[in-house]
């Protein structure tokens, strides 16, 4: 994923209304037990939960 949470494709690109949000794992995994990427997670996710809110009030004024 990108700085804005978008999740980027195989080519580099965003792909449209899809976010980003926690963790799934990594070769850190073990860190994650004792609840170490707390913050990536919550900063992550506010950041997604924003930008999907910003794509939503986007769609609606080209809609109208």
Same mark, same amino acid.
């Given at each position: 994923h990108?700085?804005r949470?978008?999740? /980027?494709?195989v080519? &580099?690109?965003p /792909?449209?209304?899809?976010?980003?949000? &926690?963790?799934i794992?990594?070769v850190? #995994?073990?860190?994650?037990l004792? &609840? #170490?990427n707390?913050?990536?997670?919550?900063?992550?996710g506010? /950041?997604?939960?924003?930008?999907?809110g910003?794509?939503?009030r986007a769609?609606k004024k080209?809609?109208?």
């Amino acid at each position: 994923h990108d700085a804005r949470q978008r999740v /980027i494709d195989v080519f &580099g690109k965003p /792909i449209p209304n899809l976010w980003a949000a &926690g963790e799934i794992g990594s070769v850190f #995994g073990y860190l994650y037990l004792a &609840g #170490g990427n707390l913050a990536e997670c919550a900063v992550g996710g506010t /950041i997604a939960g924003r930008e999907a809110g910003r794509n939503v009030r986007a769609a609606k004024k080209s809609a109208a």
